[in-house]
């Protein structure tokens, strides 16, 4: 079946711009998490959704950054004003439910590679 | 939390088998250790998990410390697609993300 897929693959935006991220999980999914890397940096978690649970922001770098996920499915992450230090590409992941404890799973996307100018 | 521990890079030439240390040693609980890794240019890719026992799957072998404070990653033959960077994961009590630290980067000679 189809993997995690995100859009678009790359996205070159002017400082000050906002710029929407979106990600497709994989059906049947309950979970979905945002992760960034930039450049020879480590993943970084930014967001994770399960279901209809408050999600964790615990990750998100600042108040610029926000996601949704709709009808529990497609997420979107908007940043506002992005900045150069933004640049980076963002990892969509989503897995099959799961509680604590569980065998972590995920299955990534390819990512969107963010170059903001 | 625990914290993992791995080499920053490692070596190694096709058709050899490829051992991949993990330092977990202030592991503690019943929680799973994860393998992923990632590819160039790729999202990362799950690889195995495990508990106490060691673990088999068609990717990797998992062999784990009898006090789980350490594993190994072994890749039986390896190939010039294995080149990647490794990350062993530790569990995060009372969460669900994967911390990713810096991974063992491996290079398969020809």
């Known amino acids: 079946g189809a993997g995690v897929s995100q859009s678009p693959s790359n996205k070159v935006t002017e400082k000050g711009k906002d710029v929407e991220l979106r990600c497709d999980p994989i059906?049947?999914?309950?979970?979905l998490y945002w992760y960034r890397q930039s450049l020879g940096q480590g993943l970084e978690f930014l967001i994770y959704?399960?279901?209809?649970?408050?999600?964790?922001k615990s990750g998100l770098p600042s108040d610029r950054f926000s996601a949704e996920r709709t009808g529990g499915s497609v997420s979107t992450l908007t940043i506002q004003r992005t900045q150069q230090e933004d640049s980076a590409v963002y990892l969509c992941?989503?897995?099959?439910?799961?509680?604590?404890?569980?065998?972590?799973?995920?299955?990534f996307g390819a990512g969107t590679r963010l170059s903001v100018l | 939390d625990a914290k993992t521990t791995q080499p920053n890079s490692m070596e190694s030439n096709e058709e050899e088998p490829v051992h991949l240390p993990c330092n977990h040693s202030?592991?503690?609980?019943?929680?799973?250790i994860h393998w992923y890794r990632q590819l160039p240019s790729q999202g990362p890719e799950y690889v195995i998990h495990?508990?106490?026992s060691n673990v088999n799957n068609r990717m990797a072998s998992l062999a784990i410390a009898e006090d789980r404070k350490s594993s190994t990653l072994i890749l039986h033959r390896a190939t010039l697609r294995d080149a990647a960077v490794y990350y062993c994961?530790?569990?995060?009590?009372?969460?669900?993300?994967?911390?990713f630290g810096q991974g063992t980067r491996l290079t398969i000679n020809p």
């Open positions: 059906s049947g999914h309950t979970a």
């Open positions: 202030t592991i503690s609980g019943t929680d799973y």
């Open positions: 992941a989503s897995r099959a439910g799961g509680g604590p404890g569980a065998k972590n799973i995920q299955y």
């Open positions: 994961i530790p569990p995060v009590q009372g969460a669900q993300k994967l911390v």
């Open positions: 495990g508990l106490t």
């Open positions: 959704f399960q279901g209809n649970s408050a999600p964790d």
